[in-house]
């Protein structure tokens, strides 16, 4: 069962997330385990992210009290740009990911007389009980970037001095090529001497 309810403006997280909203509460989530399909493609973050084709996702919600643990999967192509040569490429995310989430009732504590131990690293602590899967699949999606966007791992990256794709030319400075930090260095050493 798939229940709307519209947004509210209680957001326990610190950046504002305009987007589409799907909140399942706690007392939605049924103590064997509620099981969503997510076919609305509503919840991807169109603004930020280029994606080809369409995405899935699925969660499986287990309720422990005050506690919701999360067993999540998504799938989705995007579209990056190479840090190195700038050219886009296309990446499928194909991640799971598992999130718990806390019900305080209210603020969490930051004067620090709550330690942090190691089990709650991954604890999202909410002042609503509720989850807002479809935030939560967009926070998803970002983590689940590589943290270096490449083409691919040889890529050759630009020329620094004429901007040439070595990829697919050759240079078109004629340079002297290893125009490197470390041939400036070099440099330096001589003018020491
Ligand atoms: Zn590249
Ligand atoms: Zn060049």
Redesign the pocket.
């Known amino acids: 069962m798939i229940l709307y309810i519209p947004t509210f403006c209680v957001n326990s997280d610190p950046f504002i997330d305009m987007g589409a909203s799907l909140k399942v509460r706690f007392d939605e989530i049924s103590a064997e385990g509620t099981s969503l399909t997510i076919t609305d493609e509503a919840w991807f973050p169109d603004q930020e992210l280029e994606r080809r084709g369409k995405v899935s996702a699925a969660v499986l919600l287990k309720r422990d009290g005050q506690r919701v643990f999360v067993d999540g999967t998504l799938s989705a192509t995007v579209i990056l740009a190479?840090?190195?040569?700038?050219?886009l490429?296309e990446k499928t995310l194909g991640d799971d990911f598992q999130v718990e989430f806390e019900f305080t009732g209210s603020a969490p504590s930051i004067s620090g007389e709550h330690e942090i131990d190691a089990d709650e690293m991954d604890t999202i602590f909410i002042e609503e009980a509720a989850i807002d899967i479809f935030q939560l699949l967009r926070q998803q999606v970002f983590l689940a970037l590589p943290e270096r966007l490449?083409?691919?791992d040889e890529?050759?990256?630009l020329c620094r001095a004429c901007g040439a794709n070595h990829?697919k030319e050759a240079c078109r400075c004629g340079a002297k090529e290893n125009v490197s930090p470390f041939s400036v260095l070099a440099g330096l050493k001589t003018i020491k001497k």
């Open positions: 190479c840090d190195r040569c700038l050219e490429f490449l083409c691919a890529c050759q990256g990829n």
